[in-house]
Structures are given as structure tokens and as C-alpha cells.
């Protein structure tokens, strides 16, 4: 494909701390509890490797929760996550995907034309209601008795939280009193419309599988964070890069399909959502020239490893979309993860995100009015964008 004539474009990321420090030169250091893990190598051979299991989004809390006789994918290893893996697997498809976009389309227009009545709204207000609703038609949200099923759900990952030993991050979800209102709101009435009349969901899979109303929940629960919370960032970080860089914003408005996913590509290389994955060893693991023993936690720096010169060349802290990677490396590079645990929704977020950010941009007239502030978000370990405003006209 072509690229941009100023590629690589003189900025990079934009929501990385200025003072964050500089990449280690070892691929492994330990501080504090954490090995601290930069390198590209050797964090896709943890997230590759049988000898470590989920430690991130409150897992080693989950582990624990004997009442779940099936717990959530994103918790599950071994043979039993392989299985769930390969019985979801066709929610996510491309040809899956192509049977969303007619209904992703329509409700890109719809939000666009809220923005061409109004003449002025936010960014993260659409991408949220973007991601919310195209999520919800994959997992099977779709009968909720009430509206605000988007405020419902970031009320799990947004706001004040106690700390200390006794707020672990399941006690923090459970003990809100919103879980109870996402529940009777949304999850009881999905369940019990498809205990009726079973529809192509992940709800009326997990009921063939004979999940409980509680192990439903949970996994709508993760699959509300992963699918709806995550991607209302990337459209938003997104919206903010093309609008700053208006060849990149010609380039992409103006490419075919796959030179525009590439741009989406790159800027979640440099902005990946969730900037640190968590793993910990179950056996010793040999990695980067160490022996880590069993039991150790591993904090990856999915930042870091994306701007490994080794792997995305020159400039790898500035976007260049298109860049020449080693055979075998995914342009996000491990954005959405690797291994058993890799994203399954990736190529979803990638389009639905496409679909909304084209229609946006291709508008002449608009305009940025106010960048986003950042901040940082504890439960998913990335960073929130709020407040990017943008108009129509002068």
C-alpha cells in the first residue's frame, strides 16, 4: 500500500505521560513484586507460553469465586479456554462482522445526524453509544427494560473505588449497587427472551451450555468492559489523531478499506487501549535469558513493546502507517494481545470503528472545538479520554 508523503508522521503518541521513562535496555527487570517486562520478544513469549495464566482485571480475586462453576474466558486456561474459544469464535468472524455492518452503518448515520442537528457533540458521548450497542448485538443486550444501558455499564470501570486489601477489584464490581440494576435491567430480560426463543448471541450459546443467570452475568460483564468500554477509547484516541494530522485525516478518509485499517492499525499501535497486561507464572519460566520462578507476577508494557525499534524499525514512536514488520508481527503489534488470550473482537473494534470514524471525517466542515483530557483508568489499566468536542462549521 501507499503511504502518507510525511510519513512518519513527527508525533506519536498522544496520551502517554511526557514524563514517562524512558525503555530499559533489558528485556527484564524486577520492581517490587512485578517482573517489569519492554521488549517485544520476550512479552510474546509470555503471552505464548502455557507456563503463566491471566493475572489482569481481577483474576487472581476470580480464581477464588467458588460459586462459579464456569467462569468468564478471560479467566479460563488450558484446554477449557481453547474449547470456549472455538465455540465463540464465529461471533467475531469477518463474515460474522459482514452481517453487523448493515446495522453498524445505520447507527453510525443515526449518531451522525444527531451531530448535523445539534451542530456540536462529543466524541466520546458517540463512540460510546457506538460501542455500547454494537457490543450488545454480539453478546445478546438487546431487550434491556429500561434505556442507559451505556451508563450501566461504565459505572463498573469508571468512578471512585475503595483501595486496600479488602476492595479487590471483584468485591469493587460486586458490592456496587448497579450490578444489580445491569442485572434486572438488562442481563434477566435478554435471558429470559431467549430461554423463549434462542437467537445467533453469546447469551442463548451460554444457555445451550447451561450457564446460570450469575455465570451469564459475569461474562456479560466482561464482555461489556472488552467490547464496549475499550473501543469508546479507540474511536475516540482515533478521532483525535486524524483531526490533528489533516493528511492523515486525506489520507484515510480517501483510502480504500485496507489502507484506512491500516492507519487504525498504527494509531492503536502507538495508543494501545489497555497499556499493561498482567500474566503470572504457574511453573518456572525461562524468559530473556532468566529463570522466572512460579508464582511471580509479569507486568507486560504493551506501550513499550509496540515501540520496540527491533520490531517496528525507525521512528517507532511515530505513526507511519504501512510500516515494515517482521514476518509473523499483526501491525497493532500486541495491542489486542497475543497468544490464547488475544482479543477476540479485534477485527469487530477495527471495523465498527472504521465505520464510524469515515463517516465523521469525510465531513468537510468539521472541526476540533476542545482536545479530550486524560486520564487514567486503574480497572482496564488505559487511559480515558472525555470531553473531545467537535462542531460543524465555523
Known sequence: MTTPAQCPFGHGSLTRPSAASPRPGAPLRLEGEAYQIHDFQTAREVLRSDDVVQAGFGADQLQGASVLRNKPVLYTEGDTHHEMRRDTARYFTPAAV???????AALADDLLGQLARAGEAKVDDLSLTMAVRVAAQVVGLTDSALPGLHRRVTTFVEGD???????SRLQQVLDQRHLLAFYLLDV??????????????????????????????????????????????FITVAAWHLLREPELRWHYVHGTERERHAVLHEILRVEPVVSTLYRRTVRD?????????????????????NEDPAVAGADPATLCPGRPLPRGVQP????????????????LAIRESDVFLRRLLMWRDLRLVAPPTVTFNEVVQGYELRGMRVALGR
Open 285 to 305: 519460566l525461562t524468559v530473556g535469558g532468566e529463570v522466572i520462578p512460579a508464582g511471580r507476577l509479569l507486568a507486560l508494557n504493551i506501550r513499550d513493546t
Open 161 to 167: 473505588r475503595p483501595r486496600g486489601e479488602q476492595a
Open 98 to 104: 459482514a452481517t453487523y455492518h448493515p446495522m453498524i
Open 332 to 347: 497493532p503489534v500486541l495491542a489486542f494481545g497475543d497468544g490464547h488470550h488475544r482479543c477476540p473482537g479485534a477485527f
Open 188 to 233: 434477566k430480560p435478554a435471558i429470559a427472551r431467549r430461554r423463549r426463543q434462542r437467537r445467533d448471541d453469546l447469551i442463548s450459546h451460554l444457555l445451550d451450555q447451561d450457564y446460570s443467570d450469575l455465570e451469564i452475568l459475569t461474562e456479560c460483564l466482561t464482555y461489556g468492559t472488552a467490547g464496549m468500554v475499550t473501543t469508546r477509547e
